[in-house]
């Protein structure tokens, strides 16, 4: 069942509606910087990641979501019990489901003039490590990397008392991994310029 979800998006396409419904269905909301800002002000409750964690934003939010108590929650097996008994140890809950969407790094350096430092602080860090954390444990967290899932979601949560099937888990983890390789890809592309550039672009 999912009862916690965290959402940090940075394109926030239809994700106050997505979240007004996870919350109207009893799910309680982490989030991050722009985001929680965003639910925020819509009305939407919202815990902040750093409140969850006890762990302030940093380096000019470099550092908010690589966390034992993000990770704890998305790669424990439910059905294991020495998982289970070491989140209980450390006080870590479990996070249900994760809304992520990266940093816009193929649109930053499709601008005309971009400079080259400006690439790299769009090469989004812990959205990959969170999606792919979740990923992985697929069976017990859902992950939602699309906007465009975030109607047909909602309703199958609604109409399946809050849960949502190993199908359509797997395929979204399917679809977090061809996403995340393409972004991998396109740094790899960029930074490939770069070196045969001497250095720069």
Do not use: C, W
């Not at 940090?8 to 991050?32: C, Q, Y």
């Not at 380096?59 to 008994?85: A, C, F, V, W, Y």
């Not at 450390?90 to 400079?115: M, R, W």
């Not at 769009?122 to 465009?148: C, E, H, T, W, Y």
């Amino acid at each position: 069942m999912i009862k916690r979800a965290l959402i940090s998006v940075s394109d926030k396409s239809g994700v106050v509606e997505f979240a007004r419904e996870l919350s109207s269905m009893g799910v309680e909301i982490l989030s991050t910087g722009g985001t929680a800002k965003t639910l925020r002000e819509a009305g939407v409750p919202v815990i902040e990641v750093s409140d969850y964690t006890g762990f302030p934003e940093m380096m000019d939010g470099r550092l908010k979501t690589l966390h034992p108590k993000i990770h704890g929650g998305l790669l424990s097996r439910r059905s294991n019990p020495q998982d289970m008994e070491d989140i209980k140890k450390h006080g870590i809950n479990t996070i249900d489901a994760v809304v992520v969407n990266l940093y816009p790094f193929e649109q930053t350096i499709s601008k005309p003039n971009v400079t080259f430092d400006d690439a790299i602080e769009n090469i989004d860090i812990g959205g990959p490590a969170m999606l792919r954390a979740a990923s992985k444990n697929f069976q017990d967290v859902a992950v939602i990397v699309d906007p465009a899932d975030y109607s047909n979601i909602a309703e199958e949560i609604k109409n399946s008392n809050g849960e949502l099937s190993r199908n359509t888990k797997l395929r979204l983890a399917q679809k977090v991994f061809a996403h995340t390789g393409r972004y991998d890809s396109l740094i790899a592309g960029y930074l490939e310029k770069a070196v045969s550039g001497g250095g720069s672009i």
